[in-house]
């Protein structure tokens, strides 16, 4: 054997390159497999017919995820009359037809139309590593403080859309991983205390007025409401997130309007 052939023809280079291939197409079916778990089977948007093509490269075996800090499991796919998730929606199509827009029927704001829409999130808190609820209010949490240098909200008026007081910033709910302020806590000229998000927040001046241009003042107070004083589900995180979002379209009929 002086030709360097293992078996006839083939030495270890040309083997190796079968195996490459081989491993290569295994890899292919993997992935593309795997990525059925979520969004599948598609749905047609008009006549909510299931996608039927099948086989194995379009359909992945059920998984069981274990959460951490005992949240139990999950599993992936659900079989599709588990999976599908609902999708009557208070909107109508514009025209019928693939990809039309909706209108809305009520109030988008509440029934999570368009920006306003939100996902449906577990419901408990997002968790540090520790397993304690990550985002807490600051006058519960001591460990945490606001920057001498920098604004105190806390006291001051909040403004809507509009210029008119919302009301006033009575506590700030800061991230305890990460030390940043995520949401201020607002005392509604309306009566009910509400989250707002911070990053849709400018403060002005130390001394100043916190001004939230998502909304009128207003719709302040119909905000999402917490389930449980002191704690933030990651699902009431998505609903506060949506209602401040969507006021970027809704909050007035002028903004639905085109920019000519």
Do not use: C
């Amino acid at each position: 054997m002086t030709d360097g052939n293992l078996v006839g023809t083939i030495d270890v280079a040309e083997l190796m390159f079968y195996a490459f291939v081989l491993f290569f197409i295994a890899l292919v079916f993997y992935l593309r497999r795997e990525d059925r778990r979520e969004g599948y089977p598609l749905e047609d948007e008009l006549s909510g017919r299931v996608e039927t093509v099948g086989g194995p490269l379009h359909t992945a075996s059920t998984k069981t995820f274990h959460l951490p800090h005992g949240k139990g499991t999950v599993d992936a796919p659900l079989p599709r009359t588990e999976g599908r998730e609902p999708v009557d929606i208070a909107a109508k199509r514009i025209f019928r037809a693939g990809g039309a827009p909706y209108a809305p029927t009520g109030n988008p704001l509440a029934d999570g139309i368009g920006p306003a829409a939100w996902a449906e999130r577990s419901r408990w808190p997002d968790l540090d590593a520790e397993g304690r609820p990550r985002i807490v209010p600051m006058g519960t949490e001591s460990g945490i403080t606001v920057a001498k240098e920098d604004a105190d909200p806390r006291g001051m008026i909040v403004k809507g859309a509009d210029g008119e007081v919302a009301g006033a910033v009575s506590d700030l709910w800061v991230d305890r991983a990460e030390h940043v302020i995520r949401y201020l806590e607002i005392a509604t000229t309306a009566g009910p205390k509400v989250l707002a998000p911070m990053p849709m927040s400018i403060v002005k001046g130390k001394k100043g007025e916190v001004h939230i241009d998502a909304l009128n003042a207003d719709q302040f107070a119909a905000a999402p409401q917490l389930g449980t004083p002191g704690e933030i589900t990651r699902y009431e995180e998505e609903r506060v997130a949506a209602y401040f979002g969507g006021g970027y379209l809704y909050a007035t009929p002028e903004r639905q309007e085109p920019i000519v």
